[in-house]
T-cell receptor, first 112, second 113 residues
Framework: ETGVTQSPTHLIKTRGQQVTLRCSSQ?????VSWYQQALGQGPQFIFQ???????GRGNFPPRFSGLQFPNYSSELNVNALELDDSALYLC???????????FGEGSRLTVL | ELKVEQNPLFLSMQEGKNYTIYCNYS?????LYWYRQDPGKSLESLFV?????AVKQEGRLMASLDTKARLSTLHITAAVHDLSATYFC?????????????FGTGTRLKVLA
């Protein structure tokens, strides 16, 4: 059974640029959630996708957007990067919208 | 505003000792989860608590949920160094088909040999 995989693992961008992060969900999972974890903080919920539809969103501006594909993989896009966007971005998949989350290893984004 | 607070934020304890981490939340929910995070790593699911009075145990860790008090506890028995990590509780407050899942502030545990 393949777990949740994320890419890239590390990346560096400059302010104002755009970034796309990718996530492959665990086999058999149809729900993907994205979280932002700043250093020393708990994960903050960005949004969730269930069967290709956004199913919930946290307090993040519209420049954070996402997609889920028919194979249940997902992308997180962030436009107009700001310094405060520097964080670990975690993807988690689950078998249903409300359930135990299985996390990937994360993508660490540094914005200079 | 929903708050999920953990107490303590930092915990340094000797091997062999017992201790409890508390997770308080400010809204109604009967679904609570505990996760472990090692430094620089992702989160690992520890416990799923889905009803009032639920109790789960795995090794030296035991978690419980009191939905009336809006409180969950994670009890550590006879701590060992390998338990050193950051522990997060997370509350599922999904409603009306809209999902929302809030993590606590985290408790950084250090077990001293």
């Amino acid at each position: 059974e393949t777990g949740v995989t994320q890419s890239p693992t590390h990346l560096i961008k400059t302010r104002g640029q755009q970034v796309t992060l990718r996530c492959s969900s665990q086999s058999g999972h149809n729900t993907v959630s994205w979280y932002q974890q700043a250093l020393g903080q708990g994960p903050q919920f960005i949004f969730q996708y269930y069967r290709e539809e956004e199913n919930g969103r946290g307090n993040f501006p519209p420049r954070f957007s996402g997609l889920q594909f028919p194979n249940y993989s997902s992308e997180l896009n962030v436009n107009a990067l700001e310094l405060d966007d520097s964080a670990l971005y975690l993807c988690a998949s689950s078998t249903r919208p409300t359930g135990e989350l299985f996390f990937g290893e994360g993508s660490r984004l540094t914005v200079l | 505003e929903l708050k999920v607070e953990q107490n303590p934020l930092f915990l340094s304890m000797q091997e062999g000792k017992n201790y409890t981490i508390y997770c308080n939340y400010s809204t109604t929910s009967d679904r609570l989860y505990w996760y472990r995070q090692d430094p620089g790593k992702s989160l690992e699911s520890l416990f799923v608590l889905l009803s009032n009075g639920a109790v789960k145990q795995e090794g030296r860790l035991m978690a419980s949920l009191d939905t009336k008090a809006r409180l969950s506890t994670l009890h550590i028995t006879a701590a060992v160094h390998d338990l050193s990590a950051t522990y997060f509780c997370a509350v599922d407050i999904s409603a009306s088909g809209t999902y929302k899942y809030i993590f606590g502030t985290g408790t950084r545990l250090k077990v001293l040999a």
